[in-house]
């Protein structure tokens, strides 16, 4: 079993920038994958970014390259996501996700493929 608990979320200026941080407890043997995804309300939730391999590989949407990152402290076992930039359309829940994945990741794993979510951050970025 893998819990998963996200902080940092809240409300910031559109150009502000937020930390989120996602803390894993549990059998942390069970996943080598960490990845965020967020849900905006009437939308589909969509990935974010994703880190394999204790971060040693990171995969990003298009739509925040450039302006979030992914890392990984694996002594701590947590993930973070720094973003910059911010603007509101990356106004969402966001979530963190673990899997075990198998072979290379080049594009985020699908919502389906991560068995174990926290309960969620809120970011808001008003204009």
């Known amino acids: 079993q893998v819990q998963l608990v996200e902080s940092g979320g809240g409300s910031v200026q559109t150009g502000g920038s937020l930390r989120l941080s996602c803390v894993a407890s549990g059998n942390t043997y069970a996943y080598n994958s960490m990845a965020w995804f967020r849900q905006a309300p009437g939308k589909e939730r969509e990935g974010v970014a994703v880190?394999?391999?204790?971060?040693?590989?990171?995969v990003y949407a298009d739509s925040v390259k450039g302006r979030f990152t992914i890392s990984q402290d694996n002594a701590k076992n947590t993930v973070y996501l720094q973003m910059n930039s911010l603007r509101p359309e990356d106004t969402a829940m966001y979530y963190c996700a673990a899997t075990f994945i198998v072979g290379v990741v080049t594009v985020i794993p699908k919502e389906k493929e991560f068995g174990h979510w926290g309960q969620g951050t809120q970011v808001t970025v008003s204009s």
């Open positions: 880190t394999l391999n204790g971060g040693g590989t990171t």
